[in-house]
């Protein structure tokens, strides 16, 4: 089977032109993000997750202006980014939200498990975050709506955990787009 499937070619790393200033951003969308997955109450997980967006798209728009008045802007690049099963397909649409609402395009290669994000350097770095913090809290807000079902009678399916990550995916990119 391995000697059949065909090569992957391997993606360039993104050549440093300038040192990095963004480390101070980065940890405070990466803190916004912490304390939305951790929050127990969805509409906080929302505003500060919606909060972490603005701070990347503006962030995104410092570093395109940086770029624009570099002698030699960076070129765009290339990441690859798990989209495992179960649930791969809703994944892949959740991933191509948020990689559209950060200037980025989402490819998806469901044979192979990723999807291959283009962009630039900083827009994939927050695409990355805000999708792994993302599909943290669909988890935790899909725990309990299972909870919800159960309680009034309903079994746990696959059906619904398929149909709750495709809605989740749907609503956080409407959201995405609107910030």
Known sequence: ??????????????????????????????????????????????????????LMARHSVDEALLDAAAPAPDAPGARRIGVEPPYEQAKAVLLDAVAGANHCRAVWNEPFCFSTVVGFEADLEVVELLYTSLLVQARTAMTKAEAAQRAG????????RQSFLAAYAHRVGTRLAAV
């Open 153 to 160: 009678g309903r079994k746990r399916t696959k059906s619904f």
């Open 1 to 54: 089977l391995l000697l059949r499937l065909p090569t992957l070619e391997p993606l360039q790393e993104a050549a440093g032109g300038r040192p990095r200033s963004d480390s101070r951003m980065l940890t405070r969308i990466r803190a916004l993000l912490a304390k939305a997955e951790a929050t127990g109450f969805p509409e906080e997980a929302e505003a500060l997750t919606e909060k972490a967006q603005e």
